[in-house]
């Protein structure tokens, strides 16, 4: 069973070109799914039908796991199948009929532009070279709206300050090229001129931001910045990586950008992804009118 599910993946890198973070989610959810059939004595994808699949929902339901994360092993499970029936390794596909667990969208929360304001200053004091470059990747963060995965991925060669805008890649290999403001591209030249070498990368280290070993930048060190400086001027429970794209994908439909624009800029391969920012900003106008009429 376990070859299936390597071939699947190998399907999934060398055809649809999807990232290794998302080959590792699927690797997870479908190795998970492997070991609840073997235990119950299952030994051939041929031979499972909705009397294995529609126990094993119920039991992740019954682990506590939440309805998003049901919903997407369960998408997991179904591709696979899919892929089972296409190349013929099974005489019919046992997902073809099953529904998806319906879950909720939650609105994404964004920070207001006071508490964003805050957490770009707090580096600001810091000269030394962990400094600048912390200042340089939350001013990078909120100019572009990119995922954690896409900056730590950041080369030199992708930073252009004469032009203003940094190339990057996104989900599926697909390439976009995103301007950035006045103040990011400071904050960037001075990490790139002083605070960089000070971390002291090896002359090969293409990484366009490196920890204090000078190694490249992992995406737990960069969550682990954002929390440290968000503790700092004290909305640490509220702040992300994730958050600040949410924030800067609200704060720009906000000002004007319309969603196709929005949706260039985040990456989005749908535009209904994007579609919900425009659900943020109506409640936070909600929000704002019933603060201000309040009733009697």
């Known amino acids: 069973m ?78 696979l199948f899919h892929f089972l029936a296409a190349e013929a390794r099974i005489r019919s596909d046992p997902t073809a009929t099953l529904e998806s667990p319906r879950t909720e969208k939650r609105l994404p929360k964004a920070l207001s532009q006071e508490d964003v304001e805050r957490l770009l200053a707090a580096p600001s004091q810091d000269k030394s070279p962990k400094g600048l470059r912390d200042r340089a990747i939350l001013e990078l963060l909120y100019a572009t709206g990119m995922r954690v995965s896409e900056l730590v991925s ?76 968000a503790q700092a001027v004290g909305i640490g429970s509220r702040v992300s990586p994730h958050v600040l794209r949410h924030s800067f994908a609200t704060h720009i439909l906000r000002g004007g950008l319309n969603l196709r624009q929005v949706q260039e800029l985040l990456g989005h391969s749908s535009i209904s992804t994007t579609q919900v920012y425009t659900q943020v900003t109506t409640q936070r106008l909600r929000e704002a009118y019933d603060q201000a009429h309040p009733r009697a």
């Open 2 to 79: 376990q070859q299936g599910i390597e071939d699947f993946l190998d399907y999934l890198a060398a055809e649809k070109g999807y990232s290794a973070n998302t080959i590792g989610a699927y690797r997870n959810d479908l190795s998970q799914f492997r070991e609840y059939l073997e235990g119950k004595g299952a030994e051939d994808w041929d031979q499972l039908g909705k009397d294995f699949l529609i126990p094993y929902i119920l039991h992740l339901k019954e682990r506590g796991y939440a309805a998003s994360t049901v919903a997407r092993k369960v998408a997991s499970l179904k591709s």
């Open 154 to 229: 950041l080369n030199l060669e992708d930073v252009s300050l004469k032009w203003g805008n940094v190339r990057c890649l996104g989900k599926g290999s697909k390439e976009r090229l995103i301007p950035i403001h006045d103040a990011a591209i400071y904050a960037l030249e001075q990490y790139m001129k002083e605070g960089r070498p000070g971390l002291r990368p090896r002359s090969e280290e293409k990484a366009l931001f490196v920890n204090q070993r000078g190694e490249r930048l992992t995406r737990q060190g960069l969550w682990l910045i954002i929390k440290e400086y």
